[in-house]
Nanobody, 129 residues
Framework: QADLVESGGGFVQAAGSLRLSCAAS????????MGWFRQVYGKEREFVAA????????LYAAPVKGRFTISRDNAKNTVYLQMNSLKPEDTAVYYC??????????????????????WGQGTQVTVSS
């Protein structure tokens, strides 16, 4: 189980930017696939982006592609979500997640919450119009 702590959420106007961070507690993190999800109250958790241990060829959900960028700094045990051109519909609680296991590649299955083993507590992002 990886302890994950998100930060960086907040309130921003439409067209603004935020950068979310997810810090992991264990050094094996650098070998894990990681994902970002978001959830609006009363709705299902929605895939946002995923990244493998190399940081290459990340996956993005269609609504955020071209606006959001997932990245990682393995030396800091941290994964980031840079969110630009934010829209009111991006308002949600954002969660990071880890797939426990070394060097597991990401694929279409990585878009499902059930693919992940460990979750952070979430950070609220609110975008005003």
């Amino acid at each position: 189980q990886a302890d994950l702590v998100e930060s960086g959420g907040g309130f921003v106007q439409a067209a603004g930017s935020l950068r979310l961070s997810c810090a992991a507690s264990e050094p094996q993190f650098r070998t894990y696939a990681m994902g970002w999800f978001r959830q609006v109250y009363g709705k299902e958790r929605e895939f946002v982006a995923a990244i493998d241990w190399t940081g290459e060829k990340p996956l993005y959900a269609a609504p955020v592609k071209g606006r959001f960028t997932i990245s990682r700094d393995n030396a800091k045990n941290t994964v980031y979500l840079q969110m630009n051109s934010l829209k009111p519909e991006d308002t949600a609680v954002y969660y990071c997640a880890a797939r426990i296991g070394q060097y597991i590649p990401i694929n279409t299955a990585s878009q499902a919450p059930s693919w992940y083993d460990s979750w952070g507590q979430g950070t609220q992002v609110t975008v005003s119009s």
